[in-house]
T-cell receptor, first 115, second 117 residues
Framework: AQSVTQLGSHVSVSEGALVLLRCNYS??????LFWYVQYPNQGLQLLLK??????LVKGINGFEAEFKKSETSFHLTKPSAHMSDAAEYFC?????????????FGKGTKLSVKP | GAVVSQHPSWVICKSGTSVKIECRSL??????MFWYRQFPKQSLMLMAT?????????EQGVEKDKFLINHASLTLSTLTVTSAHPEDSSFYIC?????????????FGNGTRLTVT
């Protein structure tokens, strides 16, 4: 069975500050890991994903995440927050080819950015 | 880029009526579409997997007679909430995968907010 835990349902940062959203996973097989962003009343947009290979993954909008197997973590970071980054972020895990619909989502972290 | 259109974006209906939500892949063919439900401040829960031309596969605990899914073409899947009740009020999101199989990325619709009064 797989699961995802996102630490902190709400994170608040100042504009220009570092963004760190935490995600830990549990998986009995090599995981495929994803970060999605959701703006109010909208669907999900893929930020980045890890399948195999390089453990540091770069995504859109300046976000990146590092897969750390020893820590079972896939934390999302961005060096400098922008007001437009305010949204809900979901970490997800899948055991299939990177694109299966049976993604297991975390409960989400709402990011607020203060001016 | 690939676009998934979901319609309507919001709907209010009376208890006991049925509501149909459409999910269309606008510029690609989708062999597989997925339906999710999202409660306020909660994560997305996969409800069912819909494959074109075959019956949908429902997740455990999802009533297939309550949530009817039809995937009649490679660009359209529909979710019908039958005899809706207030507890069915939620945000429903679809996603679609192209013809490339598991290596094709998922594209999400913008969701439908259903309110049952």
């Amino acid at each position: 069975a797989q699961s995802v835990t996102q630490l902190g349902s709400h994170v608040s940062v100042s504009e220009g500050a570092l963004v760190l959203l935490r995600c830990n996973y549990s998986s009995s097989v090599p995981p495929y890991l994803f970060w999605y962003v959701q703006y109010p009343n909208q669907g999900l947009q893929l930020l980045l994903k890890y399948t195999t290979g390089a453990t540091l993954v770069k995504g859109i909008n300046g976000f990146e995440a590092e897969f750390k197997k020893s820590e079972t973590s896939f934390h999302l970071t961005k060096p400098s927050a922008h007001m437009s980054d305010a949204a809900e972020y979901f970490c997800a895990v899948s055991s299939y080819g990177g694109s299966q619909g049976n993604l297991i989502f975390g409960k989400g972290t709402k990011l607020s950015v203060k001016p | 880029g690939a676009v998934v259109s979901q319609h309507p974006s919001w709907v209010i209906c009376k208890s006991g009526t049925s509501v149909k939500i459409e999910c269309r892949s606008l510029d690609f063919q989708a062999t597989t579409m997925f339906w999710y439900r999202q409660f306020p401040k909660q994560s997305l829960m996969l409800m069912a997997t819909s494959n074109e031309g075959s019956k949908a596969t429902y997740e455990q605990g999802v009533e297939k007679d309550k949530f009817l899914i039809n995937h009649a073409s490679l660009t359209l899947s529909t979710l019908t909430v039958t005899s809706a009740h207030p507890e069915d009020s939620s945000f429903y999101i679809c996603s679609a995968r192209g013809l490339g199989g598991n290596n094709s990325p998922l594209h999400f619709g913008n969701g439908t907010r259903l309110t049952v009064t």
